[in-house]
C-alpha cells in the first residue's frame, strides 16, 4: 500500500466492522451512515489493500497492523 492508497480514518472503522463479520446495515448503524455508502467505502478499501472481497479483509487488515 503506497502513502496515495492508505484508509482513511471512516474506511478503516468500516474495513475493521466488515472483518468482524457485520453486514453492510449494521455497520451503517453503527457509524451512522447509509448501506450504500459503507458499499462504496468497501469498493474503494479493496483495491487499497490489494484484496477482491471481504473474506479476505481480517487477513488484509492484520498485515497492515504488522506494517505499522
Do not use: C, W
Amino acid at each position: 500500500m503506497t502513502s496515495g492508497d492508505r484508509l482513511t480514518a471512516q474506511e478503516l472503522q468500516t474495513a475493521i466492522l466488515a472483518a468482524a463479520g457485520l453486514s453492510n446495515r449494521e455497520i451503517g448503524q453503527r457509524l451512522f451512515l447509509s448501506h450504500r455508502t459503507v458499499s462504496s467505502h468497501l469498493y474503494r478499501i479493496y483495491p487499497k489493500l490489494g484484496i477482491s472481497g471481504r473474506a479476505q479483509l481480517r487477513t488484509a487488515l492484520d498485515a497492515l497492523r504488522q506494517r505499522q
